[in-house]
């Protein structure tokens, strides 16, 4: 298995519901090392830049008034299959269909608040870590 890095976010609804901590355990339990991290509020050109993928599609402007409408956590998780294990971890983007006891199910309220974010593969992952961190603020263990 490849040992991996992943940007994780903790949305503004699951910091407002206080359960960072339950979330990043979660992480933990599950092999994934938490090796950046900051709280930050996002401005509206970080998170328009941030899912620059989703530019045209109809939800764009819910979803970065949605990001930008609080704090959020962002980590760089690493262990092996990072990637694909945080996505696991997440469950399904619309929390009615993510699979039970994953993060969304547990906390999520909606599509839109849907308490995480997790990188969803090996080249948005490169983009996303070095969206929010220099090289130098990523330890290593
Ligand atoms: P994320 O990027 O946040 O990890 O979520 P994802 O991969 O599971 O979902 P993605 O398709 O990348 O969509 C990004 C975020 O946009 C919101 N969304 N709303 N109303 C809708 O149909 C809709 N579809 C997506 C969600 O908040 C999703 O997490
Ligand atoms: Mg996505």
Do not use: C
Request: aromatic share 8%.
């Amino acid at each position: 298995m490849a040992l991996e890095r992943t940007l994780s976010i903790i949305k503004p609804d699951a910091v407002a519901k206080n359960v960072i901590g339950e979330i990043l355990t979660r992480f933990e339990k599950a092999d994934l090392k938490i090796v950046a991290a900051k709280m930050i509020q996002l401005s509206q050109e970080q998170a328009e830049g941030f899912y620059a993928e989703h530019k045209e599609r109809p939800f764009f402007g819910d979803l970065v008034s949605f990001m930008t409408s609080g704090p959020v956590v962002v980590q760089v998780l690493e262990g092996d299959n990072a990637i694909a294990k945080n996505r696991e971890l997440m469950g399904a983007t619309n929390p009615q269909e993510a699979a039970a006891g994953t993060i969304r199910a547990d906390f999520a309220s909606s599509i839109d608040a849907n308490a995480v974010h997790g990188s969803d593969s090996p080249a948005s992952a490169e983009r996303e870590v070095a969206y929010f961190f220099a090289a130098d603020e990523i330890t290593s263990r």
